[in-house]
């Protein structure tokens, strides 16, 4: 029993650009060869390697916001509302609600993925906090059969303290915190025989993400002296939050079922079985019914202000239906002499989206033609350039994704990237119901993004450097009235990170630092620069059996304006009333493993325990104090062939 990859919590176009990266991020490396491999097949990416390892500090950071490969902040627990201190772009087109602050707690239907293994596979992971009622878990069954049909179930859950009466929040925590309960399950059926022209694959995915809110701690700087004065947790438990936690809640059910089938219409081969000429036509269908529900049924007008529509409660309420097709023909051309192939797909996509926001309804068209091009030169240089034009309501819209990876054994790998794309604005944005009440109406401009990336990658030294440059023009955002804006100019932004790790016998050193400067922090509130490190003593004990890994966790950033969240819209907005200060967050953990059964101690925040200063990540919500977490992890699958 091993975690579950974390790269399940992030959902994943099925247009990704590079499948080396894909496959090199969501992969263990181990001493042998895995018993088990996997695949996404509504990503079409290739066959990845299922394996266990402690090289890596994935298995005891149970934290979604630790485990993504981009730092997040959130509101003092794990599966809060979550804000990116690192500014990157997410694939826009279509229809978009904008109730984005949980996107690292859902998935859809590409974040499917089946094993390949002929005897059943299990993969179990369990931890659990300070209280009985925090605790998250995860556990993934996989088999495939010799007729050529796959099954896969997974399932987490992440509990903190929600509806439970006779546990108090957070008994040994010094602040009150959200509640929370998010739920993810992903159910898959293949049918993908190996000598057949036809594969289908069929997916459900069901999210559902339930927070009890409290608005943040009050904003007076008497309060601020009951923190550093207080002595004892009865004293801690007296300090006051902005709602009541048990009156506001915030409940979204995201669900999608997907079906797709592929169609081999030609299919040459060689005299060493090899595909040299393939054709294929494609179809997916998906349906996907969603809702987003806010409500308090005792509002403060002083903390909602002009949302403060009715004194007998507040509610926003939106539900969204979307029904799309895809459909495709492929080409494929392979040349065994010179290691050479190309596959080039060309094809439409339309979505018939409904929006119910309160008493209004509505209906958008989404289409858009869609092309790609891959090519692998010589087995040296990867092309992957994929393109989206919109059609009638969506004239104008488009997006570019274009990469080119030179790729060497000993020099490494140098890879360029250039995304743009033109959108209409989200939802949120243009219009927002409360109450069965117009609360706004909004004519926004389309946005314009762009990217243009640099990264190098050298294995062999475990050092890896990106540069990317961001041009964003109709920049959309909340400002400090909680209210929907648009920048108009230009905003800059450029972006270093680098990673380096050291291994010197049984010593472990891993590094991470992020640079960026916007040329209007005001607007897009991000730290100059921020950290992480880890520091780790790490080798076999007891005739080299039990692989085991003590050491220490650091992070850093600097002293700025952080985003401050709204929980009615679930929304980050721009504030200058707080600053998030410089903190040395310092962990601890101690982790080993025996064969594929894993285990973890951890203690959390050990800066709290020599340091009068409170840690914050988003303003008004501070985080934990010094904390316990424990965590196991078991994989089960026969190892023996026949």
């Known amino acids: 029993?091993?975690?579950?990859?974390?790269?399940?919590?992030?959902?994943?176009?099925?247009?990704?650009?590079?499948e080396r990266v894909l496959k090199k991020d969501l992969s263990f490396v181990n001493d042998g060869p895995a018993p088990v491999s996997y695949y996404y097949p509504f990503q079409n990416s290739r066959e990845i390697s299922f394996s266990d390892t402690l090289i890596n500090s994935s298995f005891f950071q149970f934290d979604?916001?630790?485990t993504n490969?981009?730092?997040?902040?959130?509101?003092?627990?794990?599966?809060?509302?979550?804000?990116?201190?690192?500014?990157?772009?997410?694939?826009?087109?279509?229809?978009?609600?904008?109730?984005?602050?949980?996107?690292?707690?859902?998935?859809?239907?590409?974040?499917?993925r089946f094993f390949k293994s002929t005897k059943a596979f299990t993969d179990l992971y369990y931890s659990q906090g300070n209280e009985q009622n925090d605790h998250l878990f995860r556990g993934s069954l996989g088999r495939t059969f010799n007729n050529g049909y796959s099954i896969s179930v997974e399932h987490q859950r992440l509990i903190h303290s929600l509806e439970d009466e006779d546990l108090p929040l957070n008994t040994n925590a010094f602040f009150p915190y959200l509640g929370a309960k998010n739920t993810n399950l992903k159910v898959g059926i293949a049918y993908a025989p190996k000598q057949k022209k036809y594969n289908a694959y069929l997916g459900f995915i069901h999210n559902e993400v339930l927070q009890n809110q409290h608005g943040g701690i009050v904003n007076e700087a008497s309060i601020f002296d009951v923190i550093m004065n207080a002595d004892t947790l009865e004293d801690s438990y007296t300090i006051p939050v902005e709602l009541s936690e048990s009156e506001a809640q915030t409940r979204y059910a995201i669900r999608e079922l997907k079906y797709l089938q592929s169609f081999d219409l030609l299919k040459a081969k060689d005299s060493t079985d090899l595909v040299k000429n393939r054709i294929k036509f494609n179809h997916s269908i998906s349906w996907s019914w969603n809702n987003y529900k806010f409500s308090e049924t005792a509002p403060d007008s002083s903390y909602y202000q002009s949302f403060f529509e009715d004194n007998r409660g507040i509610r926003l309420f939106l539900k969204t239906q979307n029904l799309e097709n895809h459909a495709s023909f492929s080409w494929e051309l392979n040349k065994s002499d010179s290691l050479q192939a190309s596959n080039i797909e060309i094809g439409l996509r339309h979505g018939a989206f409904k929006i119910k926001q309160e008493y209004q309804d509505s209906l958008v068209q989404n289409l858009y033609a869609e092309g790609r091009w891959k090519s692998n030169l010589f087995d040296i240089v990867n092309l992957n350039i994929f393109g989206q034009i919109g059609l009638l309501d969506n004239a104008g819209d488009f997006r570019i994704n274009a990469e080119a990876a030179l790729l060497t054994n000993k020099l490494g790998e140098l890879t360029a990237v250039l995304i743009q794309q033109r959108y209409s604005p989200d939802v949120l944005f243009n219009q927002l119901y409360l109450s069965q009440k117009r609360h706004w109406t909004n004519d926004f401009n389309k946005s314009f993004d762009s990217?243009?990336?640099?990264?190098?990658?050298?294995?062999?030294?475990?050092?890896?450097?990106?540069?990317s440059y961001f041009l964003?023009?109709?920049?959309?955002?909340?400002?400090?009235?909680?209210?929907?804006?648009?920048?108009?100019?230009?905003?800059?932004?450029?972006?270093?990170?680098v990673k380096k790790d050291f291994k010197v016998g049984i010593l472990r050193m891993e590094n991470q630092f992020t640079f960026q400067n916007s040329t209007e922090k005001d607007i897009t509130n991000l730290p100059l620069w921020s950290s992480r490190h880890s520091l780790a003593i790490q080798g076999k004990l007891f005739k080299k059996v039990l692989d085991t890994r003590f050491g220490l966790d650091l992070r850093l950033n600097e002293t700025f304006y952080a985003n401050s969240f709204f929980p009615l819209l679930s929304k980050f907005y721009v504030q200058r009333k707080q600053e998030v200060k410089l903190y040395p967050a310092l962990?601890?953990?101690?982790?080993?493993?025996?064969?594929?059964?894993?285990f973890f101690l951890k203690m959390e925040n050990l800066t709290a325990l020599f340091s009068d200063e409170i840690y914050y990540q988003i303003p008004f919500y501070p985080q934990k104090e010094t904390s316990i977490r424990f965590g196991i992890g078991w994989q089960f699958y026969d190892r023996h062939k026949g």
């Open 1 to 18: 029993m091993i975690i579950c990859f974390n790269g399940h919590l992030i959902a994943q176009e099925p247009d990704s650009l590079n």
């Open 64 to 66: 979604p916001s630790r």
């Open 69 to 112: 490969m981009i730092q997040h902040a959130h509101l003092g627990n794990a599966g809060a509302p979550a804000l990116p201190f690192e500014f990157s772009l997410k694939d826009k087109f279509g229809t978009r609600t904008g109730f984005d602050a949980y996107d690292l707690y859902t998935l859809d239907a590409n974040d499917i």
């Open 451 to 467: 990217e243009l990336r640099f990264k190098y990658e050298l294995p062999s030294f475990k050092l890896s450097a990106q540069l």
């Open 472 to 497: 964003l023009d109709n920049y959309l955002y909340f400002n400090e009235e909680i209210e929907p804006s648009q920048f108009t100019g230009a905003i800059n932004i450029l972006q270093l990170k």
């Open 587 to 598: 962990d601890a953990h101690l982790s080993f493993r025996v064969d594929s059964f894993r």
